[in-house]
């Protein structure tokens, strides 16, 4: 029997058919979607394609580079193989090692656009060709398109930081974590080996929820930071900013998971949050719970905002929707009555335990102009791809992820083909903390992906090169407060 001209499935279904389809002959073409997931050689998605008997290979993919130049060698090496090197140790040595050198990558990447291709003198001869080479290889194989082809035929959008202060037993939180960290950072100096890290600091898989059907976990190297220890830290930092609820939780689990705990770490932590966190917001459920996080506390006075502002007249269903996403399942549950007591009605959710016939069902409602839920809530992971959410105008990311790429997608859930209001995309960072250094890795990262991937002139030069401080100008620390000023006067958001 021969197989159909044209087959159309799910990574999932291939890996699950992987030995018929690696049977059929002769295959003309192979298109890949989202073709980013394919950046890790040694998953098993890949491996099956690989083997696939086409002549020729397609990815599709709006983030070819997420985190750094490494990871792109996959994607190049599956549609056109020894273009970029003979090898991962070759690229790795003549193209990725000499541009990790360069003080200014961005930099270096605009002057070698610009007509005239004066090099400034900082840069060495290695690292210029390094770049030069990348350029001429991407020119064989690099076919690129920006959203503005299809921006001509969708609304406007207004994107927007805010920058969160902290609370004061968040700032003290984070003070106390910070002196454990400069003391192990001294002790590592002098060759203290510290074993195992603390269980309630490690990488928290319920609370990190994870892609949507069983996509293989080959992304959660993003902070590009050694050492699990140093992992288990950041994470620690991240339930603190959210809300320090949710470290008071991780500290309330069984004898068994803290006994490789440092002492006076969690002696410390544990009298800090029963001294400063009171007992009615040491419940995530708790309606008082917003009071010690800056985000939270920001993210009510703005859910407030704009559920009290008249709708759009051009609205599909006459009021505002929102979009309210996290990486965190757990962070989900804290949000959730949040916004029920803010709206006063239900909440749809999307996360990874959602079965996909249900996802399907809940984007169709939630994009009804009948709909009565005005909140959707997103976990990033399981759902920041793939879904088509312009019943909403608003889409608010409340914590942000070391991968650009991850945000990106999300935000782009409210902003496309079929959306007819003005959409509102909002960050929440917390400002003087460790998610500020996050969004500064992210917007090097951007800027490093923006200049590889395509000339640019050298007009845009200052654009790939903003640093924090700059951005700061765009954006605005905010309190509650002030927020609630501005949307009792304005229809903007600040």
Not at 313 to 324: A, D, K, N, T
């Amino acid at each position: 029997m021969r197989p159909p001209p044209v087959i159309i499935m799910s990574y999932e279904m291939l890996i699950q058919n992987s030995s018929r389809m690696t049977e059929l002959a002769n295959l003309d073409l192979v298109v890949c979607d989202e073709g980013h997931r394919l950046k890790n050689l040694g998953i098993k998605t890949t491996a099956v394609l690989k083997k696939l008997p086409a002549r020729r290979r397609i990815i599709l993919t709006g983030t070819p580079i997420q985190n750094d130049l490494t990871e792109f060698w996959s994607l190049a090496e599956f549609v056109a193989p020894g273009c970029l090197a003979a090898s991962r140790e070759e690229y790795r040595e003549r193209i990725v090692n000499p541009l990790s050198r360069s003080p200014h990558p961005t930099e270096l990447f605009q002057t070698i656009a610009t007509t005239d291709g004066q090099v400034s003198e900082v840069e060495t001869t290695e690292v210029v060709e390094a770049a030069q080479r990348l350029k001429r290889a991407l020119g064989i194989f690099l076919l690129r398109r920006t959203s503005d082809v299809i921006s001509r035929r969708l609304p406007s959008k207004v994107e927007q930081i805010v920058f969160c202060e902290a609370s004061d037993i968040q700032r003290e939180l984070q003070a106390v974590m910070l002196k454990w960290v400069e003391c192990q950072l001294e002790n590592e100096e002098n060759n203290v080996d510290f074993g195992k890290p603390p269980a309630f600091l490690e990488i928290d898989e319920d609370s990190l929820d994870t892609p949507h059907p069983a996509d293989e976990a080959d992304d959660y190297d993003d902070a590009g930071v050694g050492g699990a220890g140093v992992l288990a830290c950041i994470m620690a930092f991240r339930k603190i900013y959210n809300h320090p609820s949710l470290l008071f939780e991780a500290l309330k689990q069984p004898h068994s998971r803290k006994q490789s705990l440092p002492s006076g770490l969690v002696g410390s932590l544990r009298d800090l949050l029963h001294q400063r966190l009171p007992p009615t917001e040491r419940s995530a459920c708790s309606a008082s719970v917003c009071r010690t996080s800056g985000k939270l506390a920001v993210l009510q006075s703005l859910l407030a905002g704009i559920f009290r502002m008249p709708p759009d007249p051009i609205s599909r269903g006459g009021s505002h929707r929102l979009v309210l996403v996290s990486n965190f399942t757990q962070t989900l549950d804290l949000l959730e009555p949040i916004c029920q007591n803010v709206t006063m009605a239900p909440c749809l959710r999307i996360d990874g335990k959602t079965p996909t016939k249900q996802r399907i069902q809940i984007v169709d409602r939630f994009n009804s102009p009948t709909c009565v839920e005005k909140v959707l809530l997103l976990s990033s992971k399981a759902g920041g791809t793939g879904l088509n959410l312009i019943g909403a105008d608003y889409l608010v990311l409340f914590d942000i992820d070391w991968n650009p790429a991850t945000d990106e997608q999300a935000l782009a859930r409210i902003w496309r083909e079929g959306q007819k209001r003005q959409v509102h995309l909002i960050r929440l960072v917390t400002a003087n903390t460790l998610e500020e250094r996050i969004l500064q890795r992210q917007i090097a990262k951007s800027s490093l992906a923006n200049t590889a991937m395509s000339p640019v002139s050298s007009s845009n030069k200052r654009t790939a090169s903003l640093t924090l401080d700059e951005l700061r100008v765009s954006a605005i620390i905010v309190s509650p407060l002030l927020l609630l000023l501005v949307f009792s006067n304005s229809r903007a958001l600040v």
